[in-house]
T-cell receptor
Framework: KNQVEQSPQSLIILEGKNCTLQCNYTVSPFSNLRWYKQDTGRGPVSLTIMTFSENTKSNGRYTATLDADTKQSSLHITASQLSDSASYICVVSAGSTLGRLYFGRGTQLTVWP | KAGVTQTPRYLIKTRGQQVTLSCSPISGHRSVSWYQQTPGQGLQFLFEYFSETQRNKGNFPGRFSGRQFSNSRSEMNVSTLELGDSALYLC?????????????????FGAGTRLSVL
């Protein structure tokens, strides 16, 4: 069964600290994996997209890693800011069309001052 | 460049009614997709339209339908509303250089329409 599992479900960290969010998937065949950030009351915003051959991709303070062998991805946030408080959603594509996108439930990150 | 615009932002309906949601994609984007987001199920794919044709459909009942106009604007309709249809409905558009490759492109989401069914 194609599934995407994210952990932890929620996380609280202090401003300036680093954190890592996890995404494990059983989707097959694998096309790409993307991380989205969703602020409260807003639509998701794409952070990174990674294909099978990419194992690291950065977007500012966000760095995503992908291990296609173990089917795991992580999103590392460096020097967190209050504006990083959001839900982070991992999405895995099993093909070239949107009908084969599999969504994780998200990790709710809260950054405290 | 204006982003994806969804209207209305909030809706309150009662069971049995129908509702129409609207989405204006980013200029030049021909792929428009719709999603339902609930706390219990997370994001779920509803359907995708490209050049006025439905290209993909998720696992939702026939009460959920949509269409796309020649200017790429899209509407989603839900008939005979049920309590479980209460959700945030998101629309996304994406550029597509080659037809059939929508899942390889970045999707740009609107802010969503929050539907409450009483």
């Amino acid at each position: 069964k194609n599934q995407v599992e994210q952990s932890p479900q929620s996380l609280i960290i202090l401003e300036g600290k680093n954190c890592t969010l996890q995404c494990n998937y059983t989707v097959s065949p694998f096309s790409n994996l993307r991380w989205y950030k969703q602020d409260t009351g807003r639509g998701p915003v794409s952070l990174t997209i990674m294909t099978f051959s990419e194992n690291t991709k950065s977007n500012g303070r966000y760095t995503a890693t992908l291990d296609a062998d173990t089917k795991q991805s992580s999103l590392h946030i460096t020097a967190s800011q209050l504006s990083d408080s959001a839900s982070y959603i991992c999405v895995v594509s099993a093909g070239s069309t949107l009908g084969r996108l599999y969504f994780g439930r998200g990790t709710q990150l809260t950054v405290w001052p | 460049k204006a982003g994806v615009t969804q209207t209305p932002r909030y809706l309150i309906k009662t069971r049995g009614q129908q509702v129409t949601l609207s989405c204006s994609p980013i200029s030049g984007h021909r792929s428009v997709s719709w999603y339902q987001q609930t706390p219990g199920q997370g994001l779920q794919f509803l359907f995708e339209y490209f050049s006025e044709t439905q290209r993909n459909k998720g696992n939702f009942p026939g009460r959920f339908s949509g269409r796309q106009f020649s200017n790429s604007r899209s509407e989603m309709n839900v008939s005979t509303l049920e309590l479980g249809d209460s959700a945030l409905y998101l629309c996304a558009s994406s550029p597509e250089a080659q037809q059939g490759t929508s899942a390889k492109n970045i999707q740009y989401f609107g802010a969503g329409t929050r539907l409450s069914v009483l």
